[in-house]
Each structure stands twice: as C-alpha cells, then as structure tokens.
C-alpha cells in the first residue's frame, strides 16, 4: 500500500486562482477610463459587424469608409432618441420652480389626509421626510449644474467608443491574426467555435433587448399619455432605457415616476402610475423578455443578480450594462474548457444550449 502524501499543490493552485481573482478585479477598477470604451466599443462592433460586412460586399466599400458610414448610422439612430428624451428633459427642467412648488403643496394635502384619517398631529408627521425633500429640492439647481460638467466625460467617452468600435471594424483581420498567433494550432477549432458562439449570442441579447427597449418605451407613452400623466412621453421613454438594466431598471424608473408624478398630478395618480409600470414589467418579464430575447444567455437570476451588483461596485451604471454580457462570455468559455465546466453549470439555468449557426465574426 502506497503511502498518502499530502502534497500543498491543491491549495498553492486555490491561493493563486483567488490572488490572481483579486489582482485583475483592482486592475479593472484601476483602467475603468480605458477599458469601459473598449468594453462598449467590442460590443458595439459585434452589433454593426453585419451592417459593415454588407457595405463592404454590396456596396463595395473599403472597410474603413464602411466601418465609419456604419457607426454614423448607429449614432443617428441613438442621437435621435435623446434628442427626444433631452427635449422631454428640458421642458421638465424649466418648470422646475412650479415643480418645487407643486411638491411641496402635494406633502401639505398629504399631511392634512393623514391628520384628519389616522388622528396623528400634523407637527409630528413626516418630519425627516419633509426636510429631506426640502434640501433636496432647494439643492436641485447645484445638483443639475453638477449633472451637466459631467456632460463633457459622457461626450468622451461616446466619442473614443464610436473610435474603438471604427478601429474594431476596420482592423478585424488584425484582431483574427493575433489570436491565431497566441494560441496552439491544436486550439485554434475550439477558440473558433467559442467566438462564433459569443458573438452570435452577444448579437442576439443586444438585438432583443433594442427591440424590447422599444416595445416597453411606445407601450408606456401610449398608455400614459391616454391616461393623462404628465409628462408621460418623458416617462415612458425613461422607464424603456432603464429597462436595459436588469432588476434595478425598474426601481429607478418607479422613483423618478412617482416623484415627478405625485409632484404634476397627485396622489390619486401615482398609485396609477405604479400600477402601470408594475403590470408592464410583470408582462415584461414574464412574456416580453423570454420571447424576443428567447433566453439567448442561459444565466440563473441568482448569478445574474450577483453580477449586475458586482458590476455596478466596480465600474457604476456602465458596469451593471455590461455585466450580463461579459457573464455570458465567461459562461461560453466555461462550457467549452473541460477544467472550467463546474462553473458553467453553476452560471447555468440548467437549459440545453440550441445549434449554433453560421455568422459573420469579429475574430
């Protein structure tokens, strides 16, 4: 009988997995500025390849005049969808006065309501709420005058990711050569298979939740606007950008409604409001999503909510964006490395994967 040694090579290997975990998370954290583009732009390029590759053959573009054409489109298309939402937003921010003092009238009636139906003394109620709200709003010209200095950092960062996603476009027979460079020759079938899969589902997400941004954005701005809730355009369009933002979209858009609303029209309409966009992301979830984005990322809630968390911690609004797609590129990669395999199945939802099928790709 051989004798049991107890070699250290088990927890050497455990401590340089979660040393190297915590190295490149505080790297990440370190390059938000660089790798938040570059993030953006490898998603955006994956989106648009198709359009670029059609320029390119039908139209018989050179890559790069066809890369740029098809960034420019995009950014019509996304410019005309703020100037929307910004000439909402502008409307709002002129009657901001009125507003304060809509509000404030609105806590007074609720004060009274609640005086003369629970018997509690006017003085004594909503006394932290009411000072709250008041800083809050006399404090609301600084903090719009604060919103607008970061305008110039959102306009860089629009501006190097619609480069990143050019050079992208234009150099992907470059990106293609250095992985064929830095990986065995014996790999290179596996390291294919992997980036038709990722790119064709990173492409399908994107796609399903554009198409989903836009049903849920008409249905809310429909339905408030025959409803008569001010500035429903405003909100409907708000409540289907947010909705990009897995289970946190949704409580974003339900606070700025209800503030806005309970401000411009009253209590009566708020819980309107409420009911609404509840119904609408019950609908949402439960039919919408599953339907046009047909479960394209097989991750479980309990990991994707975990990842959205850990995303917006580390890199804000733009990391809880991004965090589901880059879990389902880690989950890609996990299913096709036989030593990573216990990690796929533990980001999995237990579903099959369906046949892969035949597309243009980055890399």
């Given at each position: 009988?051989?004798?049991?040694?107890?070699?250290?090579s088990r927890?050497?290997?455990?401590t340089?997995?979660?040393v190297?975990?915590?190295?490149?998370?505080?790297?990440?954290?370190?390059?938000k500025?660089?790798?938040?583009?570059l993030?953006f732009?490898?998603?955006?390029?994956?989106?648009?390849?198709p359009?670029?590759?059609?320029?390119?053959?039908?139209c018989?573009?050179?890559?790069?005049?066809?890369?740029i054409v098809?960034v420019?489109?995009?950014?019509?298309?996304a410019a005309t969808?703020?100037?929307?939402?910004?000439?909402?937003g502008?409307?709002?921010?002129r009657?901001w006065?009125q507003?304060?003092?809509?509000?404030?009238?609105s806590?007074?009636?609720?004060?009274?309501?609640v005086?003369a139906t629970l018997n509690?003394e006017?003085?004594?109620?909503?006394v932290?709420i009411n000072?709250?709200?008041n800083?809050?709003l006399?404090?609301?010209t600084?903090?719009?005058?604060?919103?607008?200095?970061t305008?110039?950092?959102?306009?860089?960062?629009?501006?190097f990711?619609?480069?990143y996603t050019?050079f992208f476009?234009r150099?992907?027979?470059?990106i293609r050569?250095?992985?064929t460079g830095?990986?065995?020759?014996?790999?290179m079938?596996m390291v294919?298979?992997i980036?038709?899969?990722v790119q064709s589902i990173i492409?399908?997400?994107?796609?399903?939740?554009?198409?989903?941004?836009?049903t849920?954005?008409?249905?809310?701005?429909?339905?408030?606007?025959?409803?008569?809730i001010p500035?429903?355009?405003?909100l409907g369009?708000?409540g289907g950008l947010?909705?990009?933002?897995?289970y946190?979209?949704?409580?974003i858009t339900?606070?700025?409604?209800?503030?806005?609303?309970?401000?411009m029209?009253g209590?009566?309409k708020?819980?309107l409001?409420?009911g609404i966009?509840?119904?609408?992301h019950l609908l949402?979830?439960?039919l919408l999503?599953?339907w046009?984005?047909?479960s394209?990322?097989?991750?479980n809630p309990?990991?994707?909510?975990?990842g959205v968390?850990?995303?917006?911690m580390?890199w804000?609004?733009s990391?809880m964006f991004l965090?589901?797609?880059?879990?389902?590129?880690v989950k890609?990669?996990c299913?096709?490395?036989?030593?990573l395999?216990p990690?796929?199945?533990l980001?999995?939802s237990?579903?099959?994967a369906?046949h892969?099928?035949k597309i243009s790709v980055?890399i």
């Amino acid at each position: 009988m051989k004798p049991v040694i107890n070699s250290p090579s088990r927890y050497i290997k455990v401590t340089c997995v979660l040393v190297s975990i915590f190295v490149v998370g505080y790297l990440v954290i370190l390059g938000k500025e660089i790798l938040s583009p570059l993030f953006f732009a490898a998603l955006l390029a994956i989106l648009l390849l198709p359009a670029a590759t059609f320029f390119e053959r039908k139209c018989k573009m050179k890559k790069s005049i066809a890369a740029i054409v098809t960034v420019l489109i995009f950014l019509v298309f996304a410019a005309t969808l703020f100037y929307v939402l910004g000439g909402q937003g502008h409307a709002l921010a002129r009657e901001w006065p009125q507003f304060r003092l809509q509000l404030q009238s609105s806590l007074t009636q609720m004060q009274t309501w609640v005086s003369a139906t629970l018997n509690i003394e006017l003085d004594k109620q909503l006394v932290y709420i009411n000072n709250a709200s008041n800083k809050f709003l006399t404090n609301g010209t600084t903090m719009i005058g604060s919103t607008l200095v970061t305008l110039s950092a959102i306009l860089f960062f629009v501006l190097f990711t619609c480069i990143y996603t050019v050079f992208f476009l234009r150099y992907r027979s470059l990106i293609r050569q250095f992985f064929t460079g830095i990986f065995h020759k014996r790999n290179m079938a596996m390291v294919r298979i992997i980036a038709e899969e990722v790119q064709s589902i990173i492409r399908q997400y994107i796609l399903g939740l554009l198409i989903e941004m836009g049903t849920v954005s008409s249905v809310l701005c429909v339905i408030f606007s025959v409803v008569g809730i001010p500035y429903g355009i405003l909100l409907g369009l708000l409540g289907g950008l947010l909705n990009l933002i897995p289970y946190l979209g949704i409580f974003i858009t339900l606070i700025i409604s209800v503030l806005i609303t309970f401000a411009m029209a009253g209590i009566s309409k708020v819980f309107l409001v409420v009911g609404i966009l509840v119904i609408t992301h019950l609908l949402d979830s439960n039919l919408l999503f599953p339907w046009i984005v047909g479960s394209k990322v097989r991750i479980n809630p309990m990991a994707m909510i975990a990842g959205v968390v850990t995303g917006g911690m580390i890199w804000g609004v733009s990391g809880m964006f991004l965090s589901i797609p880059v879990m389902a590129i880690v989950k890609i990669i996990c299913d096709r490395v036989e030593a990573l395999k216990p990690w796929g199945v533990l980001l999995g939802s237990g579903e099959k994967a369906s046949h892969r099928k035949k597309i243009s790709v980055l890399i």
